[in-house]
């Protein structure tokens, strides 16, 4: 599955103008006869993705619509609005019309990640771009309403922006349900990926497993360390991050690329000394490897990376797992 190729720590769940104004039968949408059950019908499966993306520690941000009464930017247009069209102006600011709906009002709690916007897009003259920059995400779990307006410009603008996005089809409510299989369509053809709740609670739940998640180094065994930097630095122009020694007193050359290299020599294993990836949650790396019957070298243990598991392949190589300490998580 596409999903699968995320990191939670760096996604977050972006939850579109889920408000009453556009979900509840008493909202702007209903009462200008327009069909609130499409929106009304996510929201159980909203509600529990974002339960699962908190057990997760996965991020939700909000958006919320507000417009004001008289908006002399918009009445500048000589054509008319979509705001025109309905019976009311949506989303009064300060309105319960403006209120997120009553079953999901109580997990938007953190007024920092709620972000107001005065038209259809979440980036547009908002602050929400800063918010993802200083939390360090890359890719957003995308769901709310409206599909093929509030929802649809919001995945154009994230597009745009290059982050990695998943929309998540059954809980994306519009206001004609005959549009959006044609709004998918040019979803997955051009702006992100489509799935399903059920497969990203899924993915959640995998990648809350101990696992390695990314290559972090890997440590050669050279026979001749002078000819090795010689390729590696003057050729293949890697940069100098470290040097130091072993415990047992061989030279060791870091590079700020992930290579590492050290002597070799008579007697020694073959050229790979070890590889080393990311992980997480190595304590239960480690419990998983003795219920698995695999050698443990050594580890866990501090090491410069936080936490590092030292285990043996199936074929006697040396691989690290490293990452931070449960208490830094």
């Known amino acids: 599955m596409t999903v699968d190729l995320l990191d939670p720590a760096t996604t977050a769940l972006l939850v579109i103008d889920m408000q009453n104004a556009f979900?509840?039968?008493?909202?702007?949408?209903?009462v200008s006869g327009v069909p609130v059950?499409?929106?009304?019908?996510?929201?159980?499966?909203v509600r529990r993705l974002i339960e699962s993306c908190r057990t997760a520690g996965v991020p939700t941000l909000w958006t919320l619509q507000e417009h004001f009464a008289t908006d002399h930017s918009r009445a500048q247009k000589r054509l008319a609005a979509h705001t025109s069209k309905r019976k009311q102006v949506s989303a009064l600011a300060g309105t319960w019309d403006a209120e997120i709906v009553a079953e999901l009002a109580p997990l938007a709690a953190d007024p920092a990640l709620v972000i107001r916007k005065h038209r259809f897009g979440a980036f547009y003259g908002t602050r929400l771009e800063k918010v993802l920059d200083m939390m360090g995400v890359e890719a957003l779990l995308i769901v709310g309403a409206t599909t093929n307006a509030c929802v649809e410009t919001s995945i154009r603008e994230a597009y745009l922006r290059d982050y990695d996005i998943v929309a998540v089809t059954d809980c994306i409510a519009g206001v004609r349900e005959e549009w959006v299989p044609t709004a998918h369509a040019v979803w997955g053809q051009y702006f992100c990926e489509l799935a399903t709740s059920t497969e990203v609670e899924g993915w959640l739940v995998s990648s809350a497993r101990p696992r390695a998640v990314a290559l972090g180094h890997l440590l050669l065994q050279v026979t001749n360390l002078d000819a090795a930097e010689r390729f590696y630095l003057e050729l293949l122009g890697l940069t100098v991050k470290k040097r130091e020694k072993f415990r047992d007193g061989r030279p060791l050359l870091v590079t700020n690329e992930g290579l590492g290299l050290t002597d070799g020599g008579p007697g020694r294993p073959g050229p790979v000394e070890h590889i080393a990836f990311r992980g997480r949650d190595i304590p239960g790396m480690a419990e998983r490897a003795r219920d698995a019957g695999v050698t443990i070298i050594r580890g866990p243990e501090p090491s410069?990376?936080?936490?590092?598991?030292?285990?043996?392949?199936?074929?006697?190589?040396?691989?690290?797992?490293?990452?931070?300490?449960?208490?830094e998580l």
């Not at 979900?23 to 209903?30: A, I």
Request: proline share 15%.
């Open 37 to 45: 059950q499409p929106a009304q019908r996510i929201i159980p499966p």
């Open 304 to 327: 410069t990376y936080g936490l590092s598991l030292y285990l043996a392949d199936p074929d006697g190589n040396r691989v690290e797992v490293f990452g931070a300490p449960e208490s």
């Open 23 to 30: 979900c509840h039968p008493d909202g702007t949408l209903g």
